[in-house]
């Protein structure tokens, strides 16, 4: 592929020009959202309706419980443990307390199975997995003050609460390609990596519900279970080379997983431990069905089974051999998971909470309702509610599809107030994700977009190919070569809405973050003429040139790599920094990046920004946001709420919303 000339090259380089120019820019965005005339009153609403976005269920280990939570009147997190899901809890690290001059914030929390030990990672201003250490809980001494590796992540705890293996990177040998590492209390650090022959950039090692084996699990995005440990012995492969994925845990001598082999949206088998390879020795459980199938849990002798029922959930439970003892009656229709939010990445976070003898917790939420936590007795399929939602809209979630380009339906959600008069044009924000099998569910929109709605606006989840929540092939249908459907489900369900006569293109916007701002980068650069604005929250641009940074070439796994001809082909047609053309009337945009964010680095937002304020003709202002403190995502309580409140102000400004 010819390289073409690129005029805002020297904007990737953190240059003190790169540097002036970008700090200047988000001064200018900065001044310019505050004062426009939505600001102050969804600023003071947000505050009213508080932190509806943080709750993550508890893990319970040796009798104790663990939580992180933002307590009132804090700005950042606290790591409690307590002797009880909900109620009085004792600090074991309170970021509040800890002296720095950036916004911390946890990123990984694993109690021992003693619960006397915990580890816990947390890291500075958005940079991730600076630190990791593992604590003492009752005496808060530090038993591992660090390790060796990069990036240490994916930490699980022996049976027997003796060490951890862990995935971390030797920067001596690569830092996009992850190894499996075992640390012993009261041992050296290990240096060498588990005699593992992964096949994967990312593995996962799991404790089996047993207490006598670990897994390793490879591909977050289409996880197998290639190796597996009985303690005292020696890994040995389980599934290694087995096509399809596979979910689950141990029961007895077998493994209970979810498989699409065979079964495009999931299918529950139960495999031999000791000869999983040979096919005929696997037991059906449960058949494929319209359901796809999501996560396993193994508790009390029983089988739970969440699925998503046309992107609902749906709580199950079965015996070992298949039949079904009932279903667990949800609050409603919605999102189970074990953190806030519609996004549900079911490959790598597992969805339900393990609680005391027969129950399993978890987070509900649905788009009018925030989220709530909630315990399940899986004995006596009985419900009840740990918390109540912070906030109930007086809203509706109505049920719609659209038709792509290629012919597939496309559902999608729209929530909109109970007064809304949805046959005039409504201001309307499309939210979506659409890639890397994450499930994005009919959950909570978020205390954002919940002010929106409140104020008069509507709001759409879309259900994009590339994400997870229809079963593989959807995933499939939106991944490397056939990334564009991804974007052509957005368009069609933008002018379902304006046939529709629900909104119009003078009212529409494009919302996303991470995978979701290139999508809205994407959108705004090939549709234009859909949208009055889109707000890109840490993108990727340049899909060409993130070869430069190691960590943003993770994306390959779904995007493709640019360095490969055939596929740089597919990226330059859509990768949203090379279309830009001059001339050409483009939406109002805000870019929206973290000054440390690993991922997605702020040279992105700054090369899309320039390009697009060199280019378009239609007067409408180009932001960009460069956020000090923040990585990929605000950190805190307080950076969040600024951030919620510029955009709720730039979309309401250009889509004629008056809070």
Not at 406 to 420: F, I, K, N, Q
Not at 509 to 523: D, I, L, P, Y
Request: glycine fraction near 10%; include cysteine; hydrophobic fraction near 45%.
């Amino acid at each position: 592929m010819a390289l073409e000339p690129d005029p805002f090259k020297w904007l990737e380089e953190d240059s003190a020009a790169a540097v002036s120019w970008q700090t200047q820019q988000d001064a200018l965005t900065a001044t310019y959202l505050s004062l426009l005339p939505a600001y102050a009153a969804f600023n003071e609403r947000l505050s009213v309706l508080g932190d509806t976005d943080s709750l993550i269920a508890p893990k319970f280990a040796g009798g104790r419980w663990f939580r992180v939570r933002i307590p009132e009147g804090q700005n950042l997190q606290v790591l409690e443990v307590a002797d009880r899901a909900v109620g009085p809890g004792r600090p074991v690290m309170d970021l509040n307390a800890r002296r720095s001059s950036e916004p911390l914030r946890f990123d990984a929390l694993v109690p021992a199975p003693d619960g006397r030990k915990v580890v816990v990672g947390w890291s500075a201003a958005g940079r991730e997995l600076e630190n990791l250490q593992i604590l003492e809980v009752d005496t808060g001494r530090v038993l591992l003050e660090s390790l060796p590796q990069k990036r240490v992540m994916n930490c699980a705890w022996l049976p027997d609460s003796s060490g951890i293996c862990y995935m971390g990177y030797d920067p001596a040998v690569s830092l996009t390609r992850g190894q499996v590492y075992r640390y012993l209390l009261g041992e050296a650090p290990a240096t060498a990596s588990e005699t593992l022959d992964l096949r994967h950039p990312v593995a996962r090692p799991m404790a089996a519900a047993d207490g006598r084996h670990m897994l390793v699990f490879v591909d977050h995005l289409y996880p197998r279970p290639d190796f597996i440990l009985e303690i005292g012995g020696r890994w040995r492969p389980f599934l290694k080379d087995m096509p399809g994925m596979f979910r689950g845990d141990i029961l007895g001598e077998r493994f209970v997983a979810i498989t699409d082999d065979g079964a495009p949206r999931g299918r529950l088998v139960s495999i031999p431990l000791e000869d999983p390879m040979r096919r005929e020795a696997w037991q059906e459980l449960v058949p494929s069905g319209d359901s796809v199938l999501v996560t396993v849990m193994v508790i009390a002798e029983r089988v739970v089974l969440l699925d998503l029922v046309d992107t609902y959930a749906r709580l199950r439970v079965f015996r070992l051999d298949g039949a079904l003892e009932g279903e667990v009656a949800l609050p409603g229709r919605g999102v189970v998971n074990t953190f806030s939010g519609p996004y549900s990445m079911v490959n790598i976070v597992d969805c339900l909470a393990r609680g005391e003898a027969g129950e399993v917790l978890f987070v509900f939420s649905s788009p009018t309702e925030s989220p709530a936590l909630y315990s399940a007795n899986v004995i006596e399929r009985s419900v009840r509610g740990l918390t109540e939602p912070a906030v109930r809209l007086d809203a509706r979630v109505y049920d719609r599809s659209a038709v792509s380009k290629d012919g597939t339906v496309v559902p999608y959600r729209l929530v909109a107030g109970v007064e809304s008069a949805l046959s005039k044009t409504t201001p309307t924000v499309i939210f979506g994700y659409g890639g890397f099998n994450v499930a994005f569910l009919p959950g909570w929109v978020g205390t954002m977009l919940a002010a929106w709605i409140e104020a008069g606006g509507a709001v759409v989840l879309a259900h994009l190919r590339g994400g997870g929540e229809l079963g593989s092939p959807w995933w499939v249908a939106g991944r490397l070569q056939n990334k564009q459907n991804t974007f052509n489900d957005m368009y069609a369900i933008a002018e379902d809405l304006i046939r529709g006569g629900i909104s119009s293109p003078q009212h529409l916007a494009v919302f996303g973050g991470s995978n979701g701002g290139t999508m809205a980068a994407v959108a705004v650069v090939q549709r234009p003429d859909l949208f009055r604005a889109g707000v890109s929250q840490v993108p990727i641009t340049d899909v060409l040139g993130r070869v430069r940074d190691p960590i943003s070439m993770s994306a390959t796994l779904d995007y493709g790599d640019p360095r490969d001809p055939v596929m740089a082909e597919v990226l330059r047609a859509w990768s949203p920094y090379q279309n830009i053309c001059d001339g050409v009337a483009y939406p109002a945009v805000l870019i929206d990046s973290g000054l440390n964010d690993p991922r997605c680095p702020p040279w992105h937002g700054r090369k899309f920004a320039a390009r697009l304020q060199q280019a378009s003709s239609s007067g409408r202002p180009t932001l960009l946001r460069v956020r000090a403190g923040a990585g990929h995502g605000a950190v805190g309580r307080a950076a969040q709420r600024l951030q919620e409140s510029e955009t709720l102000a730039f979309l309401a400004e250009q889509l004629a919303l008056r809070p």
